[in-house]
Structures are given as structure tokens and as C-alpha cells.
């Protein structure tokens, strides 16, 4: 008896050092800073990040989502635990609305002096004044194709028009080595209006009914939607077409490049229009870790290190200063740095109310179904 | 003589009751009241209809404000109820093939030697170590078109062209069945193994032949084994959401997919919770009833 007494009381002194032990560490991680960071997947020269943290000892949470649904629904629901994210422009203005967001604290971010006012005065449609988000990244949306197999299908392939993927005569060609679609109704169909002479900000019923007749002609020979998967499928040649991001797209010619697999991948914005989209970073109104979000928005608005990104991901960004230290096949590129004629292509969408949403994704839902 | 209270029996009940309250109708109750409400632009994205600070009178404009908006729209548009249906149909067949390929299995580990068995159900247990998700990531390294399965066969030649298995209902039903094979396969094997082996010698001994005394003894007697299993199958995989959308294609339409692009796509919590209390309540009830008629059959028998 005594010595399970004994045996007792050595138990609850080991229990409780390893409590103190327990709270001590935990006092000590407090002092640890760190920052949770939500994007787009594929979207960071990671070695920026490395070096963010080597410089400030904050300590980076990165996580990916490939469609700004899934985002919103996190932002949405509260208590996401993220200190940064980045939705779309047009899906920021309507939660920034809802009431997600917090003010920047401009005087934490002195190198917002850099940011470029062509992209500012536009990005001000969604966020008036500028008051929420940062411009990360920017690009269009456009059409994605293996520069041989098209050819081989097809010599005379109308690759700088929308043909490629809603015209059945075409698309029933291409069918045969494959063609993606975002899974993006937001994205997908306004240009879908464009191509058949509407205009895409009148999104009525009627309208969208037009759009889901041209759609379904087509859907026979779409082998998938998906917003993330065509970069592999275009750069290994499981696919020939894609229409997706302009720098996803650059992604996969570069990784087909460097597998010398024989596939050039290469981008067009079609003739007919396409849209141009804004990705934004923004703080959430309850994020743990402000202070640190605004360093990290400051220290990616140094022009050399936003460079870095856009080089790495092959996306035009928002800082007027670092333009300089792009590589200049980036900048030169008119698919990457819109010429005046090409920008004359692009439009912006701005939020759609939930009717208009609802009847979308309906739409959406009929195309992908046939239901 | 007065009787004690029997505090033990009312622990040993009230245990499984909380445990049912808190995990199950607190939750459901929640989901309820998010789908009598009204979508916003709001954080969250929904205004609730009923307001319990205001008390009794926040009760009262809450009844005659009811409008069920939400579970009609269920009915205006049939995409739910396709999507119900084949959600009941994928789940159906996938249950029948899981027990056509479990039931064997389940005999065979039942009937094995004691020492092999351990090994064995540890055969069953081991994919459990991997992440459900990972092992649904596996199954498209196999089957797409440059897949595992598709070089295997036309590398001996079966097959000139790859079969078109990823993104089509087949390899729903494939993800389906692999992944909840083990829950059929524990449950029956328990009622198996338990089996009174003393009634089948018995049934062989009066003149039945060994496939005979399987059907006439050891099949009625396992139905309990094949009931639980085929339970624990078919419902999570009529809600089942991640295999649909990692294997299925985009034509593959299922409740839980419906569910997800109301609740993501459309930001509308309330209908996409009308939904999530259609699905519980449509498979909730029928099997109270009939589980309330398996009861009085026993007792009938008795």
C-alpha cells in the first residue's frame, strides 16, 4: 500500500512538471510569430517566402485553394484562422459588402507607394478607394493549347478565337486529343456571352439560356471541368486545349519545356474578348495575426520581390516599380502585358447579386450535367 | 416495499442519450434552423427567421413568418430530385456489389484456422492506415487512361484502346466499394464467426447438402451480420461526396455534390441545408420502420 502510495505521488509530481513544462513552451511559441496565408494554388516563388521568414522570423502557414468559391465559403462561414487572402476582385467587392474584411493599415505598408494606379484606378470599381486590398497578381483568361497536336488535327485551327472550344465543328476535331474547361462559371460565361455578340454584363435569364444552348452543343467533347488540373494535363499531353488562367497556362509551357517531351504549349486571348481578372490580398476582419499580415503585404510590395513572383508564375502584378526587374520575356510577352489592342479585347465583371449567381450556377450546373 | 432508484441502469441509458443529443439533434436542430432562414450578404451568409432574445414574441412572428421558402424551391427544380435518385441508385448497387464480394470474404475469414485469422483481418484493417483521401487519390493513378490498369492490360494485349474508367459512374462504384468494403466485412464477420457450428453439422447430418445448410442455416442466421453491414455502406455512401467528385465526371450528379455547389456556389446555406434535412430525414425514417418491423418480427417468432 505504502509503496503505490509512493509510486502515486512520483506520478502526480511527473504530471505536473510536465505541465509547467507544457505551459512554458507554450509562453515561449507565443512569442513566436506567425502568419496564415491563403491563395491560389500554384501562385508563389517559394523562395520568397523562405526569405520573408528568415528576415522577420515569422514563421509562414501557406495553404491553396483553386477556386474563389471555396474561399468565399471559408471567409464566409467566420473564423477561417487566416491572417491573408486573395479572392478575385469581383468576388472581394461583394465581401468586402458582407463585412469580411478589415481596413488596411496604410501607414504599416510604405511600399504601397510602388503599386501601379492603372491597375488601382481599376481595381477601385470593387474596393472604392482602395481602403481593403493590395493587387497581387493579375491576367486574363484565354485558351491554352499543344501547339503540335492541334496541328495535327487540325492545320488550319482558329487558335486566337473562342472556335477553338465553342464551335462544334472545331471542338468535335479536338475532342480527340482533349479540351478542359475551368470549373468557373463566373469566368466561363460572361465570355461565352461575348462570343455570341452579347453583352456579358446583361446576364438575364434569357441571355443565359442562349449561352447554356451554346454551351451544351459543345459539352459532348469537353472531357472536364476543373480549375487546377489542366496545367499537368496541357504540359505531359493528356490534353490539347484548355481555357483556363493566362499564367497557369504559362506554367505548363514552361514544365512541358523542361520534360522536352515534345509539347509547346502556348496562350491566346481570343478576338472575340475575354475577361481580365484581379487577384487581391486582404486581411479578414478576424485575423489573429494583423500586425504580421501587413508586414507581409509591405515586404511582397518591394519591387524586387514581387518580381521574383511574377517571374516565377509568369502573372503581371500590380507593382508599378518592380516592372524593371521582370524578365523581360515576361514583360514583353502581349499575352502576360496586354498590348493596347489586346487590352481593347478584355472586360471586368463586377459582383453578381445572388439571383444572378444562383441563375449562373445553374446554368452551370445544366452545361456540366446535361441536367 | 419501495424500490431504490437504480442509478447504474440510469446512467447506462442516459450515456447513449446524451451522446445522441449532443452529437446528433443538437447539430440537426442547428441545421434546421439555418434552413428556415433567409440568405444575406452577411457573415454568415444568412439572416435567422427566428429570434430567441425577443422571447415569446420573436416565437410567434417566427411561426407566422414561416414560410419554408427554401424547401419549396427543393421541389421547383428537379435537378434535387434527380440527384437524389441517383445518389439512391449509385448507393444501391454499390451496397449489392460490396456485399456480393464482402459476403465471401467475411465466410472465408470466419472459416479460416484460428491462427491465420488475426493475419487476415489484419489484411482487412491495414488500408485504414492511410488516408482515406490518399487511397481515393490512388485509385485515379490506376485508372486513367495512362493508368496502372489500362498499361497493365494492353501491355498483355486484352486491350488495344484504354478503357475510359475515370470520371464515368464506374469507377464511382469502384472508389465506393473499395473504400467501404471493410464495413461490411467486420460486422459480418463477427455474426459468422459466432455462429453455433453445432447446427450446421446438425443440417448435415439430416440429409442437407453443405450449400443446402449454407442457405437453409448459415445465411438466415448471419441476415443480422448483413443488415448492419449493408447499413454501414449504403449511408455514407448515398452523402458520399469526396469519390464522386475525385472519380466521377462531371456528369455523375449526386445529393452530395448538389449539397456542395449550394453551399459553395450559390452561398445559399438555407437551401443547401434543406437539402442536408430532406436527405436524413428520407433515410432516417424508413429505417426506423424498418428496423420498429424486424423487432416485431423477432417478437412474433419468439
Known amino acids: ?371 | 416495499m419501495q424500490r431504490q432508484f437504480d442509478w447504474g441502469r440510469f446512467l447506462l441509458i442516459a450515456i447513449p442519450f446524451l451522446w445522441l443529443l449532443i452529437f446528433f439533434l443538437l447539430p440537426f436542430a442547428i441545421v434546421v434552423k439555418i434552413s428556415l432562414s433567409d440568405t444575406a450578404n452577411a457573415l454568415p451568409p444568412y439572416v435567422p427567421t427566428l429570434n430567441l432574445s425577443e422571447g415569446w414574441s420573436g416565437i410567434t412572428s417566427f411561426i407566422s413568418q414561416l414560410d419554408l421558402e427554401s424547401f419549396a424551391w427543393l421541389l421547383d427544380d428537379k435537378i434535387y430530385f434527380l440527384s437524389y435518385l441517383n445518389s439512391l441508385k449509385i448507393a444501391f448497387i454499390s451496397t449489392l456489389l460490396t456485399l456480393l464480394i464482402g459476403y465471401p470474404m467475411a465466410y472465408g475469414l470466419a472459416k479460416a484456422p484460428q491462427r491465420w485469422r488475426t493475419v487476415l483481418l489484419m489484411l482487412v484493417i491495414l488500408p485504414f492506415w492511410t488516408s482515406f483521401l490518399i487511397r481515393v487519390y490512388a485509385w485515379i493513378g490506376i485508372l486513367k487512361p495512362e493508368g496502372l490498369l489500362n498499361m497493365g492490360l494492353m501491355s498483355l494485349g486484352l486491350i488495344d484502346q484504354p478503357l475510359a474508367i475515370i470520371n464515368t459512374p464506374t469507377a464511382v462504384y469502384i472508389g465506393i466499394v473499395y473504400s467501404y468494403l471493410p464495413f461490411l466485412v467486420l460486422p459480418l464477420y463477427a455474426t459468422l464467426e459466432k455462429l453455433d457450428q453445432t447446427l450446421i453439422e446438425a443440417a448435415l447430418d439430416l440429409g442437407c447438402s453443405p450449400i443446402q445448410a449454407f442457405w437453409k442455416v448459415t445465411f438466415p442466421l448471419s441476415l443480422p451480420g448483413v443488415v448492419a453491414g449493408c447499413f454501414l455502406v449504403f449511408i455514407p455512401a448515398m452523402g458520399e461526396f469526396v469519390i464522386p467528385d475525385l472519380l466521377g465526371g462531371s456528369d455523375t450528379i449526386m445529393i452530395g455534390k448538389t449539397l456542395w455547389s449550394e453551399f459553395f456556389g450559390n452561398r445559399d446555406w438555407p437551401v443547401a441545408s434543406a437539402v442536408a434535412v430532406v436527405l436524413l430525414l428520407s433515410l432516417v425514417v424508413p429505417i426506423v420502420i424498418f428496423q420498429r418491423m424486424q423487432e416485431r418480427q423477432r417478437e412474433a417468432e419468439a
Open chain 1, 1 to 371: 500500500m505504502k509503496e503505490t502510495l509512493a509510486h502515486f505521488k512520483k506520478l502526480a509530481m511527473s504530471v505536473m512538471v510536465a505541465t509547467t513544462l507544457a505551459l512554458s513552451t507554450t509562453a515561449a511559441s507565443a512569442a513566436d510569430r506567425s502568419l496564415n496565408v491563403y491563395n491560389w494554388s500554384d501562385y508563389v516563388d517559394n523562395d520568397v517566402l523562405k526569405e520573408f521568414t528568415e528576415k522577420t522570423g515569422i514563421k509562414v502557414n501557406y495553404d491553396v485553394f483553386d477556386t474563389n468559391e471555396l474561399l468565399e465559403t471559408k471567409l464566409l462561414a467566420g473564423a477561417s484562422g487566416y491572417d491573408l487572402v486573395v479572392p478575385s476582385a469581383n468576388f472581394l467587392g461583394r465581401q468586402i459588402e458582407a463585412g469580411v474584411f478589415q481596413k488596411l493599415d496604410k501607414s504599416k505598408i510604405p511600399n504601397l507607394s510602388n503599386s501601379w494606379d492603372m491597375i488601382n484606378e481599376r481595381i477601385a470599381a470593387y474596393d472604392p478607394g482602395n481602403e481593403y486590398s493590395v493587387n497581387y497578381l493579375w491576367g486574363t483568361i484565354g485558351i491554352g493549347y499543344s501547339e503540335e497536336k492541334v496541328k495535327k488535327l487540325l492545320p488550319d485551327a482558329p487558335v486566337d478565337s473562342w472556335d477553338m472550344v465553342f464551335k462544334p465543328e472545331v471542338a468535335s476535331k479536338l475532342a480527340e486529343c482533349g479540351i478542359y474547361v475551368l470549373d468557373s462559371p463566373s469566368e466561363i460565361i460572361p465570355p461565352a456571352m461575348k462570343y455570341l455578340g452579347l453583352e456579358p454584363k446583361d446576364l438575364s435569364a434569357d441571355n443565359l439560356k442562349k449561352v447554356e444552348e451554346l454551351l451544351l452543343k459543345v459539352r459532348p467533347y469537353i472531357k472536364k471541368f476543373h480549375s487546377s488540373e489542366y496545367i499537368t494535363a496541357l504540359a505531359n499531353g493528356d490534353i490539347c486545349v484548355a481555357i483556363g488562367y493566362s499564367g497557369d497556362i504559362f506554367q505548363a509551357e514552361s514544365r512541358a519545356a523542361e520534360a522536352k517531351n515534345g509539347i509547346t504549349v502556348k496562350y491566346s486571348v481570343p478576338k472575340e474578348g475575354s475577361l481580365m481578372w484581379f487577384d487581391q490580398m486582404a486581411i479578414p476582419k478576424d485575423a489573429k495575426n494583423v500586425a504580421e499580415a501587413h508586414e507581409f503585404i509591405n515586404f511582397l510590395m518591394e519591387p524586387k520581390n514581387m518580381a521574383r513572383i511574377s517571374d516565377a508564375v509568369s502573372y503581371a502584378n500590380g507593382n508599378k516599380a518592380s516592372q524593371e526587374f521582370i524578365k523581360k520575356e515576361i514583360t514583353s510577352n502581349p499575352a502576360i502585358y496586354p498590348t493596347e489592342d489586346v487590352l481593347k479585347n478584355l472586360f471586368t465583371m463586377l459582383p453578381f447579386d445572388s439571383k444572378t449567381q444562383r441563375l449562373v450556377n445553374r446554368t452551370w450546373t445544366t452545361v456540366k450535367s446535361g441536367q
